[in-house]
Each structure stands twice: as structure tokens, then as C-alpha cells.
């Protein structure tokens, strides 16, 4: 035991020694939380929809249910009550949060019993593991009989601890580039994720550390990768692709591990062939198990997966036509802004200046000096980014199928959010680039300056767009 204890406080004090590090830890720790409390009930991109599955598998129901009309399952009426109603005075009201109704709500029992069948057909189809620190957390509070407001906000800060770790760890294990990878994860559409019980929380966290991580097996060929380290590329890419079905591609990484750090070549093909293996059995099984339950996300438009692919593959140059719509002529600036950071499920947006400064920060953090490593050469950086396309290509390629009519001219459902691991994947294309003459060390404290004043001025937005505190001061 005190063995153990050592370890850990030598592994603490060895990672605060690291100013990017010790820098972004408190910095997310701050705002991870505030983002947690100040984020109205169910005001996060789908976040019923989330609740409901999280809750679900909290009861040990692993696999959704087919109900009257689509997919779904039985969830507690006052949950189902709150969310219905939060997200009409947003979306409909578009009204700011009544205090004496939040008070009122915030201590209301849950009444466990009484359930009523409820459609999530967006959220039905994720693995246990996608919501495993929301369901074990709601699993734990049953025993209170806490209301469903209680729940959700200690669900979303149990959520955001488990990003926070993963985030962190993410950080620490990445060789250079670390002020990118922290002001990627920083960005107030991730922290605003961060603190919701969305699975985006656990899937960007596990995306950073993946990478991070398979990036320093590739530039420290000095070290062999041995069977602990082969296992935990197993895991990570497991339950990466286990948690979003696309980001299995993450898991691909591992045809870059170079030959020297394996002990022969029958060791590097056992142990590529076991991490890409592991992955497509696992995501397989998982989709082979939940496919005859599948139920089209939506009941306004007709939705079918399997015309839709006819449709692609005999129409490819018009499906080239849609992605350009897509991504150029429709929605150009908006993915911007939502990579930056679209609070409020969709509806706040923050000033102009914070997407600009932003955009302008990372670029500068990406073409800044830092560590170099000559064994991460041109084909390597090619790779990276043929993946980062690919992996692009396949979420739009997923909400085409799944999101929008066939034949439609453009992929409907496409939000900025999602290239937020994409952009992690990127971060390697920007190794041994230095076009920037600033001293290393330099740029630490001037770029969290600004990533601070950014989430700064997210928070506030927040509460002045969802509360009525800060109003008498800017009336």
C-alpha cells in the first residue's frame, strides 16, 4: 500500500512539473466545472436523449427496446417530464431559467416506478461503455432517491472528472505539441461537452489519450513496445470504437509503430494484427447484436440507410457534389463557429472575436516551435492525415445514411462538434514545423492567457443567455 502510494505521488509531482500540464489541468478543473453548474438542465446537444440511456443502463438494460413507433425504452415520468419541458422553454419559449421552478424541480422525488415509454433512437444504439461513468453514477444515487435535476448535475461532474483524467493523461503523454493539443481541448465546445453526461465527454477524452499516445510509441522507437503497452493500445482503441463507431479509425494508428520497436518482425505482426483485430471483433460483435433493433433517428423525413448507399455508389460524382455543398457553399463559416464553440444546444452563439482569436491561437500553437523528431517523416505525417480524411468521410458518410433523405444535396445533422477528434488526429502534420520564431517555453503562459480569456467570455455568455442575474447590470 505504501508502495503504491509512493508511485503515485511521484507520478503527481512529475506531472504538475510540467507548466503546459500543471496549467491545464487547473484550467480545465475551473471551467469543466463552471460549465457543469452554469449549463442549464438538458441544454447540451441532446442531452435527453443521453439521459435517457445513461439511465437506462443504469438499470442493467444494455441493449434499447423496440416500443411502438421506434426505439427507446421505459424511463421514469418526472425525467422525462423535466427534459420535455427545459428543452421546450429553449427551443420554443426560448426564455431564460425561472428560479422558482428550478428550486421546485431541483427537489421533486424521481417516483422510479413510474415509467412511460420513450423514443431515443439517437442515443439507443451506443454500447454500455459510452455512458459507463453516467449509468454507474445514476446507479449509486437510486439508493437516495435524489430528483432527476440532482442526478443530472452530479452525473454531468462525475462524467466531467472522467474527461478530466483522460484529458490530462492525454496531455502528459503527448511528446510535443502539447500547447495544441491542451487549446483543442480547451476550446469551449469541448469543455461545454465536457461537462454534460453527452458521450462526447468520454469519446473526445479517450480520442486525446489515443492518440497522444500512440504518438510517443512512434517518435520513441527506442523503446519496445512490450505486452502491457500492446495491451493498453488494445483497450483504448477498443472502447474509442466502442463508444462512437467511426472513431474506431483512431485505432489504425498502430500501422505507424515503426519496425525497431518491436522484438522481431513475427512480434510486430502478432501484436499490429491483435490491436486491429481486437477492434473490428469487438465494434463487429456490437453492431451485429444491436443491428435488429435499429430504428431510423428520425420521423419527419423518410430514412433509409440502405437506399441511401445504393444511392452513393451509383451516383459517386454526385455524392462528391454533396459533400462540397456540405462542407463549402452551405455551411462553410457555421462549422467554424461550431468548432469553436455553439453553447446552449445550438442556440447560443459566442461573439465573432472569440472564433477569430481562437482559430488565430491555434494556428499559432500549430506553427510554433517545439520538440523536434526526425522519425516522424513526410509518409508519416501523410498517414495521419489520410486517416484524419478518412475518418471525416466517414462521419459525414454515417449522417448521410442515417440523418438524411436519399438523394438529398446535402448531408443533413453535420455539426463542428464532431471534428473535434479529427482535429486531434491532425496535430502530428504540424511536427518539426517551427515557422514561427518564438523561444520555446515563451509560448505557455501567453497561450492559456488566451485560452482563459476565451472560456472566460464563454461562461459569461452562458449566464447572461440562460439566467436573469447579470441583467440589471447589462440593461
Known amino acids: ?85 427545459y428543452r421546450a422553454n429553449y427551443f420554443g419559449k426560448n426564455e431564460k431559467i425561472n428560479t422558482a421552478r428550478f428550486h421546485k424541480d431541483w427537489n421533486a422525488p424521481l417516483k422510479a416506478s413510474d415509467t412511460v415509454p420513450i423514443h431515443f433512437e439517437n442515443t439507443a444504439l451506443y454500447p454500455p461503455v459510452a455512458y459507463a461513468p453516467q449509468a ?128 522481431s518482425k513475427r512480434d510486430e505482426v502478432i501484436k499490429k494484427t491483435l490491436i486491429i483485430g481486437a477492434l473490428i471483433i469487438v465494434a463487429g460483435t456490437w453492431i451485429i447484436l444491436s443491428k435488429h433493433i435499429f430504428a431510423p433517428y428520425r420521423h419527419d423525413v423518410v430514412i433509409d440507410p440502405n437506399g441511401q448507399l445504393s444511392f452513393v455508389f451509383s451516383h459517386p460524382l454526385t455524392f462528391i457534389r454533396t459533400l462540397w455543398n456540405t462542407y463549402v457553399t452551405a455551411n462553410g463559416s457555421g462549422f467554424i463557429r461550431e468548432f469553436v464553440g455553439v453553447l ?62 436519399v438523394g438529398e444535396e446535402k448531408i443533413e445533422g453535420l455539426q463542428g462538434r464532431y471534428y473535434l477528434p479529427i482535429a486531434m488526429v491532425l496535430i502530428p502534420a504540424f511536427i518539426n514545423v517551427d515557422r514561427l520564431r518564438v523561444k520555446e517555453g515563451r509560448l505557455t503562459k501567453p497561450a492559456f492567457g488566451v485560452m482563459i480569456l476565451v472560456l472566460t467570455t464563454a461562461i459569461i455568455c452562458s449566464v447572461q443567455f440562460n439566467y436573469q442575474v447579470l441583467d440589471r447590470f447589462l440593461s
Not at 509531482?13 to 507548466?19: E, G, L, V, Y
Not at 439511465?55 to 427496446?65: E, H
Request: with cysteine; hydrophobic share 55%; net charge positive.
Open 1 to 85: 500500500m505504501a508502495q503504491a502510494y509512493g508511485y503515485l505521488a511521484a507520478g503527481v509531482k512529475k506531472f504538475f512539473a510540467n507548466p503546459v500540464q500543471k496549467y491545464f489541468f487547473w484550467t480545465a478543473l475551473v471551467f469543466g466545472l463552471l460549465f457543469c453548474i452554469v449549463t442549464p438542465p438538458f441544454n447540451v446537444h441532446d442531452e435527453d436523449t443521453h439521459m435517457y440511456r445513461a439511465y437506462q443502463i443504469s438499470r442493467g438494460d444494455f441493449v434499447s427496446n423496440k416500443i411502438p413507433g421506434g426505439l427507446g425504452g421505459q424511463i421514469p415520468a418526472s425525467i422525462v417530464v423535466d427534459a420535455t419541458d
Open 136 to 263: 454507474i453514477t445514476i446507479r449509486i444515487l437510486s439508493h437516495f432517491d435524489l430528483s432527476p435535476l440532482k442526478l443530472l448535475y452530479i452525473s454531468r461532474i462525475a462524467t466531467f472528472l472522467v474527461w478530466l483524467i483522460l484529458a490530462s493523461l492525454a496531455v502528459y503523454f503527448m511528446p510535443t505539441k502539447k500547447i495544441l493539443l491542451a487549446g483543442i481541448l480547451l476550446l469551449p465546445m469541448s469543455m461545454f461537452l465536457a461537462g454534460s453526461i453527452s458521450a462526447d465527454a468520454l469519446s473526445n477524452g479517450l480520442a486525446a489519450l489515443t492518440v497522444a499516445y500512440y504518438l510517443a510509441a512512434i517518435v520513441s522507437p527506442e523503446k519496445k513496445i512490450g505486452w502491457r503497452q500492446a495491451a493498453l493500445m488494445v483497450l483504448m482503441s477498443v472502447l474509442l470504437g466502442l463508444v462512437k463507431q467511426p472513431y474506431w479509425l483512431v485505432g489504425l494508428l498502430s500501422v505507424l509503430l515503426p519496425s525497431q520497436k518491436f522484438a
Open 344 to 405: 446552449g444546444a445550438g442556440m447560443l452563439q459566442l461573439p465573432v472575436w472569440v472564433n477569430y482569436l481562437t482559430i488565430l491561437s491555434l494556428s499559432w500553437y500549430a506553427l510554433a516551435p517545439d520538440k523536434r523528431f526526425p522519425s516522424i517523416t513526410h509518409r508519416t505525417k501523410s498517414v495521419f492525415v489520410i486517416i484524419a480524411v478518412i475518418f471525416a468521410g466517414a462521419v459525414s458518410l454515417l449522417l448521410y445514411t442515417n440523418w438524411t433523405p
